[in-house]
């Protein structure tokens, strides 16, 4: 069914980037007969053309018809080219066309930099005979993997490649800033992507930094080291972050446009820690898997969680321009639906080291944690079931977060007594320890899975979860806030086409039956691994980006000091707690369901893994098949979806027996043994 709010929303947004642009300076053009005369006089095509400027070839056409005109960016870099063009000398009749990736001349104030461009490569950097028969590259994409060998070699994203004259990193960057790489918007009021340049080992020495960062701690190379010495003689500004494995060096806006290059310096960890975990790959294969993840989610910027917290701002960013009434001249103003604002926690919601805990007793802080319960086995079990089953959900917390209200920019207000509300988010102390549950199963008021023995700080979706298993919920107190919305539905979107169109690359499909499943994937160990790290980048995405709503300080100076982190408008506990509850009710209807119809209870869940008693080390021991072989809706099931399940390990009743007389959760090792 059709949003007509959403399509609303997103018409208006498009006629504002329209009228955005419109307002911006217009770049001048010659006529448009000039614009054929200078095309044709360089023996370019439209679509070369087009091919540079990321357009149509009919936009072009258009554009020397005199029928339309390019806005914004475009129509800069369109004028530059036209300008260009007209520098050259004219052709003589037995000249060759100039290759397809030359540039036109540089801008007033660049001429005296080299030309990065080799129009002739030597037999050391030709590509290989595959690529033989392409036409020279042309920049094209989100991001380039540089690479060196007698020179540095530019590999992009749909498989090309382009040499460069230079061991010179300005110049390197300023190149990137001309040449077009980018990431649409990703969203109506988004901006576009920053070009991405992946530095290989190879290329970094070449451009002179060192193999490895000298502060451990900090991971930053210092001011004073002579590539970042000439950085900032050069114009090129970087962020707070510095210059470590993923430095962002920026110059100053022009005509409003964004003039930033976002790094990652493989040498120093980037691409193989924090959530990267890539396999050794080919300058051309790494652009491709890059290319990839860019494609479906983002373009990388920094730890898959960075890269998580970055793409719900991305799809929800905080402003859009508005037109002010006082000078009728368009601002920036906050975007509905979005977080716009930083806000404190409500204190349960607080984390140990944030102020608001100084003082609190450990029961007054909110512990909507995931699961961590594990159980003996009964004599009856032990006898009947000689295997267990580890079932593990697929990603359970980004599942839970599809159509959940959450709080927006509304700050927390205190109410004695309230009507409990499942529609308002909120925290609420209530008491749910007279509650009857059956000790098989976990409670699922707890992080522990124990009944609790007192009263306790439950998000709405914990509550709305008691009410629906005809419990009377009847808070003491509560912190609520007045606007909500379903800030993470995006997000959960398009992290949820990654990872099945990653998974349908790996040969699991949706709607499969569930032995058909379990077949696909006990091959995947076998897949290509860097798909196979693209699928673990995805989930890490995901998980990270949940994680980066709560994060904490990285260094302690001293207890109960604010972080950098408390001033961001994605820094919200109280999401974060929401969603990790919402999985946690779901989960328990899943097994509580399952036990009513099958008689099989759970010995042990960890997070979104859940421990089976089993006749055979199969999990088509545990989980009915339903009429169509895909298993039951509601209940526990086996498939590719977010939420549905895959299995995590087998063992022996004795090993899992032997776990618990240890001190263990079985569920934590199930996969390792």
Known sequence: MRDDHNDEAELVARVDRLLADLSQPRTPLPPPEERVRLREAAALSTAQIAGTLRCHSDDIAQWEAGTQEPLAARRAAYAHLLNGLAALPPLQPHDEPPPQHALPAAPAGQAEQPALFSTTPSPAQAPPSSLLSQPAAIPAGPLAVIDHTDTLIAHFTNGTRLPLNTSDLVNLLRWTLDSGLSREPLSP?????????????????ALGLPTELDDRAALRLPATHPVLVHLAQAGFKLTHRGFGPWPRAYL??????????????????????????????????????????????????????????????????????????????????????????????APPEAPDAHPLAEGRPPEHAMQEEAWDWSRQPDTQETFRYPHVVGLDTNLAFLSAASSLPVALNSPPRHVMAPTFDKK????????????????????????????????????TPTLE?????????????????????????????????????????????????????????????????????????????????????????????????????????????????????KARVILHGKIRKLAEQTGRYPLAVLSDCVLYPARTPSALDIVPDGPDQQGIQGLIRLGVNPGCSKVEGTQSTSWYQHQLTQGLNPARYIKNE
């Open 465 to 581: 979860y008691a009410q629906s298993l005809g419990i009377d919920v009847r808070p003491i107190e509560a912190y609520l806030r007045n606007e909500t919305g379903r800030y993470l539905d995006p997000w959960y979107k398009r992290l949820r086409n990654a990872y099945m169109a990653t998974m349908a690359d790996l040969g699991v499909h949706e709607k499969i039956p569930q032995a058909d499943y379990l077949t696909a994937m006990s091959k995947l160990a076998a897949a290509d691994p860097a798909q196979l790290a693209l699928l673990a980048a995805i989930k890490a995405t995901a998980k990270g980006g949940l994680g980066k709503l709560r994060e904490g300080p990285r260094y302690i100076a001293s207890p109960y000091t604010r972080w950098p982190a408390l001033n961001k408008p994605t820094w919200r506990p109280d999401i974060r707690a929401a969603v990790i509850a």
């Open 189 to 205: 009021y988004d901006q576009p992507g920053d070009p991405l340049l992946v530095l290989t080992a190879a290329a970094s020495t």
């Open 252 to 345: 100053p806006p022009v005509n409003k446009q964004r003039r930033s290059v976002q790094l990652a310096i493989m040498a120093w960890g980037a691409l193989s820690e924090d959530g990267w975990h890539l396999p050794p790959l080919r300058p051309a294969d790494l652009a491709h898997v890059l290319g990839l993840y860019t494609e479906r989610l983002l373009t990388p910027r920094g730890s898959t969680a960075v890269c998580g917290q970055e793409l719900m701002t991305a799809l929800r960013p905080p402003t859009k321009p508005v037109r002010d009434p006082s000078s009728g001249t368009r601002i920036s103003g906050p975007n509905p639906g979005a977080l716009h604002q930083a806000l404190e926690p």
């Open 424 to 459: 308002t988010p909120g925290c609420w102390y209530c008491d749910l320890s007279q509650t009857d549950l059956d000790p098989r199963l976990p409670s699922p008021f707890t992080a522990t899975g124990q009944a609790p023995t007192g009263p306790a700080w439950y998000t």
